[in-house]
């Protein structure tokens, strides 16, 4: 079973990118599991999602303590270093972010692989919501599922030109992270 | 056909293939999902439903009540606050004997203030004379919303179908929603013999003296009693239409011989299932899924508990002064019955939102080392965060 934590601040979409997530999995014939832990739900509040992916139906239905991949979508919500506590030794962490993935890890002591997703999204978009790309990353890194899966999962739901503009930042995602880097991980974590 | 989908989705999508005459309901979280997507699936033409915005949820549970008395299938969804605005209702569509679905997305009850998952609400209206149905996942939630519209109008009893608010209503996973023509098959339009109609005045609801009081509160009951059949045969036939059952009133899972047995109720009974898996070095356990909480199925349980050494009772409600809820029917119910009786300790997890964890499922059984019988406690409570004189 492969466990997803992600992280992010109301209005960000993160209950969407989990959604999505889990839907593109489905979508690629695996079972899926993805719900919302809300604080008072508000915009800029912290607020984290989790995804399982599996084989089989999944049962647990608790929170997501020890992820193998943590998906951060304000790089600010590093400063609280139990953010990252509970990943997994070998785990991926991909983090919104206009450093260097080098600088990035170096600056929080820990692993990291950065995209300037909200800047993608904002110069797409015209609004930073760094989901898609970040979830197309994700997607890039480990393999897990064809991209087709996620476009297909945002499909169900976005519509017109902010799917087809969505569907442009899968694809220039896509370009910016090493593919199959995390793929010795999500093999290992699958089996 | 399997499609992944949010549970209030997956819900607003069951009521409209059982064909509900009248909706109406006042958002509240964790509910609000389901009436936002009924109010979409009715703007988009795929529900057809006179869909009544009310402004509060004692009118919701008025306006169904209305509109079942006149012969309507109708349905209210709520939750927490919610429920209790609406108890008062509630007690008039069980007295009236109102066929009708309302669909519980468990939340804790305030003060202080907390939208997150327990039971405390559908529990503070257990006595109010509804059918009360706990789903352990989306689809028992899907497929127990279907079949508690041919429980109801076969019983006259109203059902409130109760799903973990957020644990189920706000998870993203798959499910199938029956199609159509299956559910028509299964659910026949509503009749109801005793409809409101100007044609032929009568009265619902009229005062009723002491004189015959008890006559109707003892033809309810015995109405409750008898429901246990109904909703173990439309479970039953359910299974021959899809090949699914929910576990008609309870159902017992694990090996045969064990002497340990832990009942729970709702989505929790799916994390114990997956940690009793992940510890297979623990002492062998019985997972007891309480299905049917009212009627509460005191045969079915005495015949479940045959054998069992230690029983072990979680909920995530509970009665402050008392302890556990169900626990203490639960030891009732067994001393009642023929058998020997098991130690039983009752705990209490999970309380307006604390997340449950597989780790949970050890510290159960390794309690079970020093626990008295009949001892009850919040089980995941952290007494550290109390001051002295509160612990």
Redesign the interface.
């Known amino acids: 079973m492969i466990e997803i934590r992600i992280h992010g601040r109301g209005g960000q979409g993160n209950?969407v990118a989990?959604?999505i997530l889990?839907?593109a999995a489905?979508n690629a014939g695996r079972?899926?599991?993805?719900?919302?832990?809300?604080g008072?739900e508000r915009r800029g509040a912290p607020v984290v999602a989790f995804v399982r992916i599996h084989d089989s139906?999944?049962?647990?239905?608790?929170?997501v303590?020890s992820p193998d991949y943590l998906i951060v979508q304000d790089e600010h919500l590093l400063h609280d270093p139990t953010l990252t506590a509970g990943l997994k030794p070998g785990g991926g962490c991909l983090v919104n972010s206009n450093l260097s993935s080098e600088d990035l890890s170096e600056m929080y002591g820990v692993a990291m692989t950065a995209l300037p997703a909200g800047q993608m999204s904002m110069a797409m978009m015209g609004r930073a919501v760094p989901n898609v790309p970040l979830l197309s990353a994700f997607l890039t890194l480990t393999e897990l599922m064809p991209l087709d899966a996620l476009k297909k999962a945002m499909g169900e739901r976005f519509k017109g030109t902010v799917l087809e503009k969505n569907i442009l930042l899968v694809d220039e995602a896509a370009q910016r992270v090493p593919a199959g880097a995390w793929k010795e991980i999500s093999l290992a974590r699958s089996a | 056909m399997?499609?992944?989908l949010?549970g209030s989705m997956a819900i607003a999508k069951a009521v409209t293939r059982c064909r509900p005459e009248v909706v109406a309901a006042y958002p509240i979280t964790p509910q609000t999902h389901i009436v936002e997507n009924i109010s979409k699936l009715v703007a988009d033409g795929q529900l057809k439903t006179e869909l009544v915005s009310v402004e509060s949820e004692f009118s919701a549970a008025s306006v169904v009540l209305g509109a079942a008395a006149a012969g309507a299938r109708a349905y209210t969804a709520s939750s927490s606050q919610g429920i209790l605005l609406m108890a008062e209702v509630l007690f008039n569509i069980s007295g009236m004997r109102i066929p009708m679905v309302l669909t519980c997305a468990n939340r804790a009850i305030g003060a202080p203030i907390n939208?997150w998952n327990d039971q405390s609400d559908s529990m503070a209206v257990r006595d109010s004379g509804w059918i009360q149905i706990y789903c352990a996942d989306n689809q028992e939630a899907v497929d127990s919303t279907i079949q508690a519209y041919r429980i109801t109008e076969r019983t006259e009893l109203p059902v409130m179908v109760c799903m973990d608010g957020?644990?189920l209503t706000?998870?993203?996973?798959?499910v199938d929603i029956p199609d159509q023509d299956l559910v028509d098959s299964y659910l026949p339009p509503f009749e109801f013999k005793r409809a409101l109609d100007p044609m032929n005045p009568k009265s619902l609801g009229t005062m009723v003296g002491p004189d015959f009081f008890p006559e109707i509160r003892h033809s309810h009951h015995q109405a409750m009693v008898r429901s246990m059949s109904e909703i173990e045969a439309a479970d039953a036939d359910w299974q021959n239409l899809t090949g699914r059952q929910c576990g008609g009133l309870l159902s017992v899972d694990g090996p045969e011989d064990a002497d340990l047995g832990i009942l729970c109720i709702g989505?929790?009974i799916?994390?114990l299932?997956?940690?009793r898996e992940e510890h297979p070095e623990l002492r062998p356990a019985k997972l007891i899924k309480l299905r049917c909480y009212r009627p509460f199925p005191a045969a079915a349980l005495c015949e479940a508990c045959r054998g069992l050494k230690d029983l072990v009772v979680v909920e995530r409600a509970f009665s402050p002064g008392l302890g556990g809820i169900i626990g203490t029917e639960v030891r009732a119910a067994l001393a009642a019955g023929d058998g020997p009786m098991p130690r039983i300790v009752n705990y209490t997890i999970g309380l307006g939102g604390r997340?449950?964890?597989?780790e949970l499922y050890p510290q159960l059984i390794e309690s079970l080392d020093s626990a008295h019988d009949g001892a009850f406690k919040i089980f995941d409570v952290e007494l550290e965060k109390l001051a002295e004189e509160d612990r």
């Open positions: 209950v989990a959604y889990a839907g489905f079972y899926c599991q993805a719900f919302p832990a809300f008072a139906p999944i049962r647990r239905r608790s929170q303590r | 399997l499609e992944a949010e939208i957020f644990v706000h998870t993203y996973e798959p989505s929790a799916n994390t299932h997956a940690a997340d449950i964890p597989i």
